[in-house]
T-cell receptor
Framework: DAGVIQSPRHEVTEMGQEVTLRCKPISGHDYLFWYRQTMMRGLELLIYFNNNVPIDDSGMPEDRFSAKMPNASFSTLKIQPSEPRDSAVYFC????????????????FGQGTRLTVV | DQQVKQNSPSLSVQEGRISILNCDYTNSMFDYFLWYKKYPAEGPTFLISISSIKDKNEDGRFTVFLNKSAKHLSLHIVPSQPGDSAVYFCAASVGAGNMLTFGGGTRLMVKP
């Protein structure tokens, strides 16, 4: 498997524009997570899905943020309208709870999307 | 309120010596702890984990120790190598599904 694939790797956009980040999880994984990394707040969980269903979106900062998972192999994180304070690295991760031991359920991360809003 | 804290933002160690990275947590419900390693421009990579029923887990040069009463865990790397230079994140979760709460990270520099 190629691992978790995120696109684009880099995104530069103007304030007020819509931004869509994409993620393809590892095949067979039933959990998908969106994290954001900033200097101020470190790595924080935004939302996660289990079997394509959003379970906890309490980390989503504002209504400007939305996430979808239309099927098991694709998820999007959308920011509309974008603001300069949204500039960060956004990571997608996936994991499987279908392991014989709990210690086998670690999350695998994509390479991230570096978003810059000017 | 930070539930997982790494109080040392950076650590410098000589090659061949031991690196000890520390992590404290406040949520007593956490039952699974992980260490991730991150190189610049890459996503975090899983390194080693430990469940709350254990107090030690070892994998090659990496050992994680868990002290539940102190709500403290540590990662030992011995011997340290220059390739270990990276940012190390401590993470914790409650129950299944790996909804991870991360610490702020510690930048480890291993000098040749």
């Amino acid at each position: 498997d190629a691992g978790v694939i995120q696109s684009p790797r880099h995104e530069v956009t103007e304030m007020g524009q819509e931004v869509t980040l994409r993620c393809k999880p590892i095949s067979g994984h039933d959990y998908l997570f969106w994290y954001r990394q900033t200097m101020m707040r470190g790595l924080e969980l935004l939302i996660y899905f289990n079997n394509n269903v959003p379970i906890d979106d309490s980390g989503m900062p504002e209504d400007r943020f939305s996430a979808k998972m239309p099927n098991a192999s694709f998820s999007t994180l959308k920011i509309q309208p974008s603001e300069p304070r949204d500039s960060a690295v956004y990571f997608c991760a996936s994991s499987s709870a279908d392991a014989p031991y709990r210690e086998g359920t670690e999350a695998f991360f994509g390479q991230g999307t570096r978003l810059t809003v000017v | 309120d930070q539930q997982v804290k790494q109080n040392s933002p950076s650590l410098s160690v000589q090659e061949g010596r031991i690196s000890i990275l520390n992590c404290d947590y406040t949520n007593s419900m956490f039952d699974y702890f992980l260490w991730y390693k991150k190189y610049p421009a890459e996503g975090p990579t899983f390194l080693i984990s430990i469940s709350s029923i254990k107090d030690k887990n070892e994998d090659g040069r990496f050992t994680v120790f868990l002290n539940k009463s102190a709500k403290h865990l540590s990662l030992h790397i011995v011997p340290s190598q220059p390739g270990d230079s990276a940012v190390y994140f401590c993470a914790a979760s409650v129950g299944a599904g790996n909804m991870l709460t991360f610490g702020g990270g510690t930048r480890l520099m291993v000098k040749p």
